[in-house]
């Protein structure tokens, strides 16, 4: 038998049944608000008083999750902010394990306690992810602000690890704790949990920039491509994804969001793609089948409206530039980031594919 993972399952499943169009893996921010600042974090939103008071209550949260439940979903990520500062998360987990959702937490792991701890070896997630800031308290607490954080994120990763619960570890490399990769790693590693690193960081999704501050050189990113353990290598950048130039074409979207992923944020709002939150459909107003059933042909029908040189270039496939990562970064879909222009460059260069 196989052990596929949930893209390769998503494929397969349409594959079999023939359905190209299915929203089978989500994820959901069920909240802005966070205990840490992280410098290089995309939440522009953490704490904000009024922000936080317009998400979405426990009612509102529980009849959406049945709506993609009816809807077919199967894999479903609760993420932030830091989902644990909600009050009733608990409540929320257990409602959506009843439906049979397959859940991953993303977690910092600061708020873990043996009560939910012990939650979660009654019910155990398909995954809990921890990210990891650093491996010394004076890096992990320079990137999130906070003092007594890191040793209240050991705890965390502590009391996950003595239940025997599904844990993986991960960390967004920046020049603050790029120095301390192989540390971390070894720290997984004797610690028997799997590690992943993102070698990118992104603006806010405000589009602040302030979190690029923190980017690696892309030089070093290009270094760290070779690497299987990176998260961004893993990422399926486009449909005809096979090492081959794009074909000439209007369209400004090539890659495969849309057909099974969406993302819900907050306040409930529906979009595709994490970096790319307009257009939007609000789950307040509609229902979640119309709002997958609108999205999709709004964003799949949108066309180039300039002479980028994105559109028709050779290394396309190999590069991090899309529409939704253009926007997030120059406020224009078409406008190159130079940064990935050039870390694919050196990429090239150095004979590595993604």
């Known amino acids: 038998m196989k052990n596929l993972g949930t893209r390769e399952f998503s494929r397969e499943l349409q594959q079999r049944t023939g359905i190209r169009r299915k929203p089978l893996n989500g994820q959901w921010e069920l909240s802005f608000g966070c205990n840490l600042r992280c410098v290089h974090c995309y939440n522009s939103c953490y704490n904000n008083p009024e922000s936080i008071k317009n998400e979405l209550k426990f009612k509102e949260i529980t009849n959406i999750l049945d709506q993609i439940h009816n809807e077919g979903c199967l894999w479903l990520c609760f993420t932030g902010g830091e989902p644990l500062m909600r009050p009733d998360f608990l409540d929320i987990y257990a409602y959506a394990k009843k439906l049979g959702l397959l859940l ?23 995954s809990i992810e921890i990210s990891l800031n650093g491996i010394t308290r004076v890096t992990y607490e320079k990137i999130t602000q906070v003092k007594g954080s890191f040793e209240n994120c050991l705890r965390g990763i502590k009391l996950i690890k003595e239940r025997k619960l599904p844990l993986k570890l991960k960390a967004a490399l920046n020049t603050l704790n790029y120095s301390e990769l192989e540390k971390m790693k070894a720290f997984a590693s004797n610690l028997g949990i799997s590690f992943r690193h993102s ?84 789950l307040r107003e509609g229902n ?65 594919r993604r």
């Open 199 to 282: 070698s990118i960081i992104y603006p806010a999704i405000n589009h602040s920039k302030n979190p690029l501050k923190f980017r690696l050189s892309a030089q070093a990113v290009a270094n760290l491509q070779n690497s299987k353990e990176d998260l961004d290598c893993e990422e399926e950048k486009t449909e005809v994804h096979k090492n081959k130039p794009l074909p000439k074409s209007d369209f400004l979207f090539h890659c495969s969001m849309t057909m099974n992923t969406f993302h819900i944020n907050p306040y409930g709002e529906l979009f595709f793609c994490n970096w790319l939150r307009k257009p939007s459909f609000s």
């Open 288 to 352: 979640f089948k119309e709002g997958f059933d609108t999205l999709y042909p709004q964003i799949r029908s949108l066309r180039y409206k300039t002479d980028s040189k994105c559109r028709d270039c050779d290394l396309y496939n190999q590069c991090y530039q899309c529409p939704a990562r253009a926007y997030i970064e120059n406020k224009d879909m078409e406008k190159p980031v130079d940064y990935f222009c050039e870390i694919t460059h050196r990429q090239k260069e150095k004979g590595i």
């Open 104 to 126: 991953t937490i993303f977690t910092n792991g600061t708020l873990i306690t043996e009560e939910i701890a012990d939650y979660f070896l009654k019910e155990p997630p398909f």
